[in-house]
């Protein structure tokens, strides 16, 4: 038998353990939630401490941990505890970037719906909005929050009782129950990896310590480009800031095949969607440029 390494969790840093537990218990759904604050401002941020746990009543129950580093709330907690309503949104492959983004740490009343790219669409039964791209969207009353702790990384179980569920008809099979492959459904592993349902493990940098741009400051040809996904403006919206034009100068002299590529818009976005593919967002930032 091989040795193992034991743990008593008392005699850890609370970060060595929230990695241990996390990339031990895995691969674990996402609950994208959209909540608004008592001015009715919205906030999406996603969490991977969630399941379902009843169905009569039907019941979900997501986590927002106190934060370990200073101990601090998440806007989602103080939300919720507010306006008691939320809605989680189910995370498809399509938009594992965009939620990335939305995941970034905007200052409060920043609208990461904006930021990520995402839809707004109007709840019938809640206030929160639900993200228009999501395959599901449970509208849910918040029944109870049960605090695990006072200390930073701390749980917070939030009750979801869900009062109206929107399914998109692409995801459902000829019986009219949702096909698995359709759905292609997501959930989050340690670190920065992720699973995709039904391929595998795939990895997802983690959003910038500082703040990504988001895609609502992407230049318009580039936000409204029949190329680009939204999976690629998530990635390109998770920069600070546009590469200076000595850098897109210095990138063309090393890659003088693609000065033939100016002027025509559609190549241009094909080229950075190959940089995108190969995860160098740096790359296709620059080749974006060479239409500016």
């Known amino acids: 038998m091989s040795e193992t390494v034991t743990i008593l969790p008392a005699e850890v840093p609370v970060a060595q353990l929230h990695g241990y537990l996390l990339g031990a218990v895995g691969p674990r759904p996402i609950a994208f939630a959209s909540t608004v604050d008592k001015g009715g401002r919205p906030n999406l941020s996603p969490f991977s401490f969630f399941n379902v746990f009843s169905a009569n009543p039907p019941v979900l129950i997501f986590s927002p941990a106190r934060r370990v580093r200073d101990n601090t709330t998440k806007h ?3 939300n919720v505890l507010e306006t008691r309503e939320v809605v989680i949104n189910v995370v498809d492959y399509d938009m594992v970037q965009q939620m990335s983004l939305a995941s970034t740490e905007y200052a409060q009343g920043e609208n990461e719906f904006i930021k990520a790219g995402l839809t707004m669409v109007p709840s019938d039964e809640v ?3 639900r993200v228009g791209e999501s395959p599901v969207q449970f509208e849910c009353r918040v029944t109870k929050v049960e605090p695990l702790g006072e200390e930073g990384g701390a749980g917070n179980l ?3 009782e869900v009062v109206r569920i929107h399914i998109k008809k692409a995801i459902l099979d000829p019986d009219g129950g949702i096909d698995q492959h359709k ?3 997501v959930a989050r592993m340690g ?3 992720y699973t995709r349902a ?3 493990m795939f990895e997802v940098p983690k959003p910038l310590s500082t703040k990504g741009m988001g895609v609502d400051r992407l230049p318009e040809q580039v936000r409204k480009s029949p190329v680009l996904t939204g999976n690629d403006l998530g990635m390109l ?3 600070e800031s546009l590469p200076s034009e000595e850098a897109v100068k210095a990138f063309l002299k090393e890659h003088p095949n693609l000065i033939t590529l100016q002027g025509n818009l559609e190549k241009i976005h094909q080229k950075a969607k190959e940089f995108l593919m190969e995860n160098d967002v740096s790359s296709a930032w620059k080749v974006l440029m060479l239409n500016q």
């Open 76 to 78: 989602t907690l103080e």
């Open 127 to 129: 206030r929160p909005y």
């Open 158 to 160: 939030v009750f979801s």
């Open 183 to 185: 759905i292609d459904q």
């Open 191 to 193: 670190g920065n990896w």
């Open 198 to 200: 039904r391929s595998g």
């Open 237 to 239: 919206g998770n920069v």
